[in-house]
């Protein structure tokens, strides 16, 4: 199993709810901190930066010009150009497998250099890339890292209502493989810095942007591999913003609550083999390893691991129950050790996937592989399981640069539109977009300036 792929998870823990401030909470482990503290799967011997050539840089939206801090209408402003911008990111297609992240990191650097940010990339491999950007600050505080990846997954064009890479802007909504996860929140990210720069915000912190490939599938030239061959980048910082949290939406739009990740599962995937006699199909053995993964998978699926409250979920869950309406579901989240005692409360609670998933070590059947042939019996069969351990039971340690990490969202999603993270038609709506820049921007300017 790759390093990188261990360490990734996309069900992370929750942090508080509201208003909680990025200098207190909780000092734990969390996903970003291990991504940054691996060492890469692979050994490579560090690779310099190489030049992203200014003839390749395409025509980029205009830019909202600010004088002084943010007005009411820059937000709007500012909002469209994430927009426009997000719509040309999309269209670069970062499907992983193979990643190809070299183009989108070259266009990257074309948004940083209009507004005089000047960036690494570094290739450690042909087609793959990590850029990195920082923006000086007055060194009196350590660094803020804002952490995103290039890489998407699989999409597939037929189930969509667009496509995946056009990156349509339609009924309100940018449209696109990436627009949530996370293609969306590098472009807030990279404004968020950008306006503190053009708005001539003195800043106590340098601000650090790091985009990284292999997130999704985690081929050891990723964020482990700028540790591991550029600790001297990162080591310094104190701070760091990735993926992760939520921002939680009605159907009409009002945000209901703000979470932050300070914690997350470890992925811990496995891969179950069977093996039998091969033979035409036309003539069933008994010993069919088809039919016996199909056995142990069936008893793996209607299996329930045990319920376990860990302190993050335990300070998260209490502090849902002060917006929580239904009086029952208050009351179990208020004190959810005493309510997973209880078979009805247990079964009310983990009937939401969200929960479920927060309370217990989840296993996802994910991939069947055995013949490629109707009649054929294969004499081997296997599956792969996406396991997923809850903090303290992960089963192996990582090393900790010592950063404290945050997952934070920066747009207020509805349940329909989270459904597109991974899914099909993912999409994130204008406002969203405006109110995501807002938001990041005003928990970077809140940590980094002066």
Same mark, same amino acid.
């Given at each position: 199993?790759?390093?990188?792929?261990?360490?990734?998870?996309?069900?992370?823990?929750?942090?508080?709810?509201?208003?909680?401030?990025?200098?207190?909470?909780?000092?734990?482990?969390?996903?970003?901190?291990?991504?940054? !503290?691996? %060492?890469?799967?692979?050994?490579?011997?560090?690779?310099?930066?190489?030049?992203?050539?200014?003839?390749?840089?395409?025509? =980029?939206?205009?830019?909202?010009?600010?004088?002084?801090?943010?007005?009411?209408?820059?937000?709007?402003?500012?909002?469209?150009?994430?927009?426009?911008?997000?719509?040309?990111?999309?269209?670069?297609?970062?499907?992983?497998?193979?990643?190809?992240?070299?183009?989108?990191?070259?266009?990257? !650097?074309?948004?940083?250099?209009?507004?005089?940010?000047?960036?690494?990339?570094?290739?450690?491999?042909?087609?793959?890339?990590?850029?990195?950007?920082?923006?000086?600050?007055?060194?009196?505080?350590?660094? =803020?890292?804002?952490?995103?990846?290039?890489?998407?997954?699989?999409?597939?064009?037929?189930?969509?209502?667009?496509?995946?890479?056009?990156?349509?802007?339609?009924?309100?909504?940018?449209?696109?493989?990436?627009?949530?996860?996370?293609?969306?929140?590098?472009?807030?990210?990279?404004?968020?810095?950008?306006? %503190?720069?053009?708005?001539?915000?003195?800043?106590?912190?340098?601000?650090?942007?790091?985009?990284?490939?292999?997130?999704?599938?985690? !081929?050891?030239?990723?964020?482990?591999?700028?540790?591991?061959?550029?600790?001297?980048?990162?080591?310094?910082?104190?701070?760091?913003?990735?993926?992760?949290?939520?921002?939680?939406?009605?159907?009409?739009?009002?945000?209901?609550?703000?979470?932050?990740?300070?914690?997350?599962?470890?992925?811990?995937?496995?891969?179950?083999?069977?093996?039998?006699?091969?033979?035409?199909?036309?003539?069933?053995?008994?010993?069919?390893?088809?039919?016996?993964?199909?056995?142990?998978?069936?008893?793996?699926? !209607?299996?329930?691991?045990? %319920?376990?409250?860990?302190?993050?979920?335990?300070?998260?869950?209490?502090?849902?129950?002060?917006?929580?309406?239904?009086?029952?579901?208050?009351?179990?989240?208020?004190?959810?050790?005493?309510?997973?005692?209880?078979?009805?409360?247990?079964?009310?609670?983990?009937?939401? =996937?969200?929960?479920?998933?927060? =309370?217990?070590?989840?296993?996802?059947?994910?991939?069947?592989?055995?013949?490629?042939?109707?009649?054929?019996?294969?004499?081997?069969?296997?599956?792969?399981?996406?396991?997923?351990?809850?903090?303290?039971?992960?089963?192996?340690?990582?090393?900790?640069?010592?950063?404290?990490?945050?997952?934070?969202?920066?747009?207020?999603?509805?349940?329909?539109?989270?459904?597109?993270?991974?899914?099909?038609?993912?999409?994130?709506? %204008?406002?969203?977009?405006?109110?995501?820049?807002?938001?990041?921007?005003?928990?970077?300017?809140?940590?980094?300036?002066?």
């Amino acid at each position: 199993m790759r390093t990188e792929r261990v360490a990734r998870s996309n069900q992370g823990g929750w942090g508080w709810v509201g208003g909680a401030g990025l200098d207190g909470g909780y000092r734990m482990t969390s996903r970003p901190v291990a991504l940054l !503290a691996l %060492l890469a799967a692979c050994a490579h011997n560090p690779v310099s930066p190489v030049p992203a050539p200014v003839a390749d840089a395409p025509a =980029l939206p205009s830019r909202t010009e600010l004088r002084g801090q943010p007005r009411v209408e820059d937000w709007q402003g500012l909002g469209a150009e994430a927009a426009a911008l997000l719509s040309q990111y999309i269209r670069i297609n970062t499907t992983n497998p193979p990643g190809n992240e070299l183009q989108a990191a070259r266009w990257l !650097a074309a948004v940083l250099r209009r507004d005089g940010l000047e960036s690494q990339i570094f290739e450690p491999v042909p087609g793959k890339a990590n850029l990195y950007a920082r923006l000086k600050g007055d060194g009196s505080a350590r660094p =803020l890292i804002l952490l995103n990846h290039m890489d998407v997954v699989l999409a597939s064009p037929e189930f969509w209502r667009v496509d995946p890479f056009a990156g349509a802007i339609r009924e309100g909504y940018v449209w696109g493989r990436g627009a949530l996860d996370m293609k969306g929140e590098g472009i807030v990210e990279l404004l968020s810095m950008v306006a %503190l720069k053009r708005a001539g915000v003195p800043l106590r912190r340098d601000i650090i942007f790091l985009a990284t490939a292999d997130e999704e599938i985690g !081929a050891g030239v990723g964020a482990g591999w700028m540790v591991e061959q550029h600790p001297e980048l990162l080591r310094d910082a104190e701070f760091l913003l990735n993926e992760g949290g939520t921002i939680r939406a009605d159907e009409a739009g009002h945000v209901e609550y703000v979470g932050v990740g300070t914690t997350e599962k470890s992925p811990f995937w496995l891969e179950l083999t069977t093996h039998g006699t091969a033979g035409h199909g036309s003539r069933p053995t008994p010993d069919n390893p088809v039919h016996r993964l199909v056995r142990t998978l069936a008893r793996i699926a !209607a299996f329930q691991t045990p %319920l376990v409250v860990t302190p993050t979920v335990e300070r998260y869950f209490h502090d849902l129950a002060e917006i929580e309406v239904d009086s029952g579901r208050r009351a179990a989240l208020a004190n959810v050790r005493v309510a997973i005692q209880d078979s009805v409360a247990a079964r009310r609670l983990t009937s939401d =996937l969200t929960f479920n998933a927060l =309370l217990r070590n989840t296993i996802s059947i994910t991939g069947l592989k055995a013949s490629d042939k109707t009649n054929v019996i294969p004499p081997v069969a296997s599956a792969v399981l996406d396991v997923r351990l809850l903090p303290g039971q992960a089963p192996e340690a990582f090393l900790a640069l010592g950063i404290v990490s945050y997952g934070v969202s920066p747009f207020p999603l509805n349940d329909a539109e989270g459904r597109g993270v991974h899914g099909n038609d993912e999409r994130v709506s %204008l406002a969203n977009l405006t109110f995501g820049v807002h938001f990041f921007y005003d928990i970077v300017a809140r940590v980094a300036a002066r």
